[in-house]
């Protein structure tokens, strides 16, 4: 079974910091791996995705993430925090193959950004 | 642009009521999802649909059914609303494995059951 720890269930960060949401999975099959964000009343919107090939994956508003298998980890960062950027983050894995339409979901972060 | 359409953006149903959620999409995805949404508790699947009257249940089905008889068109069925099924529940399609498995969301609907 397939499961996703997010550590941190708030990250608060000032306007211009670095921004550094992690995410462990666990998959014993190679994964396929997602960040979505979703702004308030909102639905979930895609932010990167890694399936094979490059590990560090680039993504929208300038968030990357980096798919490390010796840690079974997919970070998300940025390095310059915007205002724009408070929302709630979702880390998600699935397998590779025919049973891959399935996504697991980690609990979330909420992340706030200070002036 | 997907499009994944949920037909209420906030419900209030009285408990033993039935509940209708109704999530519609204009892409052609073969696969689509309804999810409930709790804090702390991220996205639980509840039912997934891989093709019309295709279903399959996910990891929260009690309480709940689904009817999917055209391929944009994916229900939600409270058959009898109980006041701990009060959440936000959100639709998503997507494409079949190996074109991607990304999901598209709907913008949610929150039910409170009173």
């Known amino acids: 079974a397939q499961s996703v720890t997010q550590l941190g269930s708030h990250v608060s960060v000032s306007e211009g910091a670095l921004v550094l949401l992690r995410c462990n999975y666990s998959?014993?099959?190679?994964?396929?791996l997602f960040w979505y964000v979703q702004y308030p009343n909102q639905g979930l919107q895609l932010l990167l995705k890694?399936?094979?090939?490059?590990?560090l994956v680039k993504g929208i508003n300038g968030f990357e993430a980096e798919f490390k298998k010796s840690e079974t980890s997919f970070h998300l960062t940025k390095p310059s925090a915007h205002m724009s950027d408070a929302a709630e983050y979702f880390c998600a894995v699935s397998s590779q193959g025919s049973g891959a339409q399935k996504l697991v979901f980690g609990q979330g972060t909420r992340l706030t950004i200070n002036p | 642009d997907v499009k994944v359409t949920q037909s209420s953006r906030y419900l209030v149903k009285r408990t033993g009521e039935k509940v209708f959620l109704e999530c519609v999409q204009d892409m052609d995805h073969e696969n689509m999802f309804w999810y409930r949404q709790d804090p702390g508790l991220g996205l639980r699947l509840i039912y997934f649909s891989y093709d019309v009257k295709m279903k399959e249940k996910g990891d929260i089905p009690e309480g709940y059914s689904v009817s999917r008889e055209k391929k944009e068109r994916f229900s939600l069925i409270l058959e009898s609303a109980s006041t701990n099924q009060t959440s936000m529940y959100l639709c998503?399609?997507?494409?079949?494995?190996?074109?991607?498995?990304?999901?598209?969301f709907g913008a949610g609907t929150r039910l409170s059951v009173l």
């Open positions: 998503a399609s997507s494409l079949p494995p190996g074109q991607g498995n990304i999901q598209y």
């Open positions: 998959s014993s099959v190679p994964p396929y």
């Open positions: 890694y399936t094979t090939g490059a590990t």
